[in-house]
């Protein structure tokens, strides 16, 4: 059966829009947490490289790499971190649908340009799918150092989540 009434709001829209507001683009928990780590392993970088497709959360000129750290709402990851807004559902399926429809484009202009791209999703950091502690960092360095040109780093799937619990 299929539920058909909606939540109300708790806030107005005027604190909703501003708290909407107030969520960051760049320097996030989850981007600090990849670019600490990754800096302490001895790697360097440079931030938010406007000239490059997509804007990349990391860039590494000598390896020819960047790195995305994607988050799953916005992104429209399909984990349990992403579910479709119940208020304002044509504003926000246009806006989602867009960022991951120029997710996309932007990777297909690095991978053209010969960039390398990793894309790190917020559930492989945070809620219940997430990696072990410093995992998501030490994969990221592992793919840095390889030959790989394209990646994702993601939380647990199900059927791990499973086998985990058992």
């Known amino acids: 059966m299929e539920c058909r009434w909606k939540l109300t709001d708790v806030v107005t829209p005027e604190v909703r829009r501003r708290m909407m507001q107030?969520?960051?683009?760049?320097?996030?928990?989850?981007?600090?947490?990849?670019?600490?780590?990754?800096?302490?392993?001895?790697f360097r970088f440079c931030l938010h490289r406007r000239s490059l497709p997509g804007t990349p959360d990391l860039v590494f000129p000598g390896r020819n790499a960047v790195i995305f750290v994607h988050g799953c709402f916005w992104h429209q990851h399909q984990c349990h971190l992403f579910k479709w807004p119940s208020t304002r559902e044509e504003f926000w399926r246009k806006k989602?649908?867009?960022?991951?429809?120029?997710?996309?484009?932007?990777?297909?202009?690095?991978r053209k340009d010969g960039w390398r791209v990793l894309v790190i999703w917020e559930c492989s950091l945070k809620g219940k799918t997430r990696l072990a502690?410093?995992?998501?960092?030490?994969?990221?360095?592992?793919?840095?150092?390889?030959?790989?040109?394209?990646?994702?780093?993601k939380g647990l799937t199900d059927h791990l989540l499973k086998m985990a619990a058992d």
């Open 22 to 42: 107030s969520i960051r683009g760049k320097d996030t928990k989850p981007e600090l947490t990849i670019r600490s780590g990754l800096h302490a392993l001895g």
């Open 96 to 110: 989602i649908m867009t960022n991951a429809s120029n997710d996309a484009k932007n990777i297909v202009a690095l």
């Open 133 to 153: 502690d410093g995992e998501p960092v030490l994969r990221a360095a592992r793919w840095l150092e390889g030959n790989s040109s394209l990646n994702e780093i």
